[in-house]
């Protein structure tokens, strides 16, 4: 692993920490449970169907502070709104949490990774690092809770253009909310079957992308390894290629 790959790796993990301080507060505390979200979405559309969007976007909002169960949410979205509308809903509150902590890590992230890195040839290796994997990152970082909001910050840390961040964002993230809302659409107290499926496959898909990509990059590297030490001379190779 590059010496960029590294300090993006321990900023990764650092993120993540943070973000996950909230989610085991509000777990230890009782603050916020499961059953507390489903019983204001049963409420929101007891009242007005239209208001579970807005809860859902605002629960989703909330997960670029608080981890939040991003898929649940979204399944229950297209159980009280049906498909079309629940997709909608889940979409705009996920873009929106990433597209805050995008702005969030342009705007201060530079600074304090600045901070923490003063040699700025360590900033240019981080900046390379993402530059060349973060498109991929984007796409599939809903294989992990947090990964996304960890992800989207990095992005904007790391001076991501604005296009090329919505783009994979917008790839990754949508199609996840249409799935997951279609299958709450089509669950219910008597089949779940629909929900549970998604909540296996969805996570699992993209566990699976992330493997192919990671194994297939590891091939690639360990080749141009074997290429640039069979082309030294015989003096200069004192140990063997990278395995």
């Given at each position: 692993m590059s010496p960029g790959a590294r300090d993006l790796l321990r900023i990764g993990l650092a993120l993540a920490a943070a973000f996950a301080m909230g989610f085991v507060v509000l777990r230890w505390s009782g603050l916020l449970t499961l059953d507390d979200i489903r019983r204001w979405l049963a409420q929101a559309h007891a009242v007005e169907p239209l208001y579970v969007a807005g809860v859902v976007v605002?629960?989703?909002?909330?997960?670029?502070?608080?981890?939040?169960p991003t898929l649940t949410?979204?399944?229950?979205?297209g159980y009280f709104l049906g498909t079309p509308l629940g997709a909608a809903a889940a979409s705009v509150g996920m873009l929106s949490a990433g597209t805050c902590g995008y702005a969030l890590g342009r705007r201060h992230g530079t600074t304090t990774?600045?901070?923490?890195y003063r040699d700025p040839a360590r900033m240019d290796a981080i900046r390379a690092v993402f530059a060349e994997r973060g498109m991929f990152v984007l796409l599939v970082c809903r294989a992990l809770p947090i990964l996304p909001e960890v992800s989207c910050c990095l992005a904007g840390a790391t001076r991501m253009p604005l296009r090329r961040f919505i783009a994979g964002f917008c790839i990754g993230t949508v199609p996840y909310a249409a799935i997951a809302a279609f299958s709450g659409s089509r669950?219910?107290?008597?089949?779940?079957?629909?929900?549970?499926?998604?909540l296996i496959v969805l996570p699992g898909g993209l566990w699976l992308c992330w493997y192919l990509f990671?194994?297939?990059r590891t091939e690639r590297e360990q080749e141009k390894?074997?290429?640039?030490f069979t082309s030294l001379p015989p003096a200069h190779r004192r140990a063997g290629p990278s395995r």
């Open positions: 605002a629960l989703l909002f909330a997960d670029l502070f608080v981890a939040m949410l979204a399944i229950l979205a990774l600045s901070r923490i669950s219910s107290m008597d089949k779940p079957w629909p929900a549970i499926l998604a990671s194994r297939r390894e074997r290429v640039r």
